[in-house]
DNA sequence: CTGCCCTTATGACAAATGTCAGAAGCGGAC
DNA sequence: GTCCGCTTCTGACATTTGTCATAAGGGCAG
């Protein structure tokens, strides 16, 4: 009997050469692909696979969302992510979804053979380097609001804007942004973003 | 006589991958594959590749600066790119650097093998949707100083700063950041900066 | 040669932002 | 029950930005 696996990338050329490769592996075998995240999980409860390797940038949905419904609808599927480029907020988040494995795509196909069976069996993996980062990226220092409002900072927008899409007063919000900004040790909250998007901490 | 290819990708799991798949080709072999820019450069020289297939992303020197190397180091050899996201700055760029074929990597497997023929064979190719991204950002409004200051406010850094940087007064980079903000629309500088990375223009 | 645009700069003003002190309500911890 | 931290607010102030007018020098096109 062999491993049912759904592979989903948006990315036509990677996903038709993953399949070309694992189907090398006489064990396993490619039940189906999907190129969104929508996709992947119509794809997932069709065919029910035993294994789903979802890219974690896919348009649609992302491949955590992905995973958290998957878990709740088909929760003998496990889970791995495949990714280039990986925060250490999307480990965090992966994690705490239930995902089996968080693997960087510079891993070889063989390993990633190997890793699809070891997740099967039951373990769990994740790839040393990015474990480290999000390590020491840490706790996130801010409070709730604070990150809410700093997410809403984001995109340059006045404190006005941010102030009328928080519900909050202008004043409040410059005070979340200041703190935060003190926490994150940023000049101001724009840098203050950029590290705490760095830091996978919105 | 085969068609000689180098591949360049950072991640091993499709750069394996497309090498399996591009070998089933008969007319195609990969003669080099790099997962650096400095590497792919040194393997292009050591191997001299008919067709080069570049990742935009990759650790120590993107695709297009490779590009750049390639044409004056080895000029017969053709360049492709191939990429995830394509911004239209990109896409401008490398064109300007003698690129002949600029594709997402959601095309096939199959239809990548053909473009490498067509492009080994003097064609060109870009695919149409970054063409028409490309054109529709239009020209960059921004003069030459105006893009370098914007570019230094990126990462949130306070005037003083991006003064000392650029080696100029204060008071002239608030009237370039001010004349950038105004010609991108946007309501402040960093919105500007996203709005001029979204449309490649920095 | 004369415009025109780019670069660089100043000074001045208005508006936005950052910082601080203080205060009130609320919920959980001890 | 009291204390502490989070949330929310106001008001005041200093600092930073954004905007505008204005100006001088350089380079290129007509």
Chains 1, 2 share one sequence.
Not at 48 to 66: E, F, K, T
Not at 152 to 160: I, N, T, Y
């Amino acid at each position: 009997m062999s491993l049912r696996v759904l592979l989903a990338d948006d990315e036509h050329l990677i996903r038709g050469a993953l399949a070309a490769l694992l189907a090398l592996e006489d064990d396993l075998v490619v039940v189906a692909e999907a190129a969104t995240g929508p996709e992947a999980l119509a794809m997932a409860l069709a065919h029910r696979p035993d294994v789903a390797v979802l890219d974690l940038q896919m348009p649609g949905a992302d491949g955590v969302s992905v995973a958290t419904s998957l878990r709740d609808e088909l929760p003998g599927c496990r889970v791995m992510i495949v990714t280039s480029h990986g925060r250490p907020g999307h480990l965090k988040r992966a994690l705490a979804m239930g995902v089996r494995a968080f693997v960087p795509k510079t891993v070889s196909a063989q390993r990633l053979a190997e890793l699809i069976r070891s997740v099967h069996a039951g373990n769990r993996y994740v790839d040393p380097e990015l474990a480290a980062d999000a390590i020491s990226a840490g706790d996130s220092p801010l409070t709730e609001r604070e990150a809410e409002v700093l997410e809403l900072a984001a995109d340059g927008a006045p404190v006005a804007e941010i102030a009328e899409r928080a519900s909050l007063s202008q004043g409040t919000v410059r005070n979340y942004l200041s703190s935060a900004a003190i926490k994150i040790g940023a000049e101001n909250r724009h840098a203050a973003v950029r590290l705490a998007r760095e830091r996978g901490w919105v």
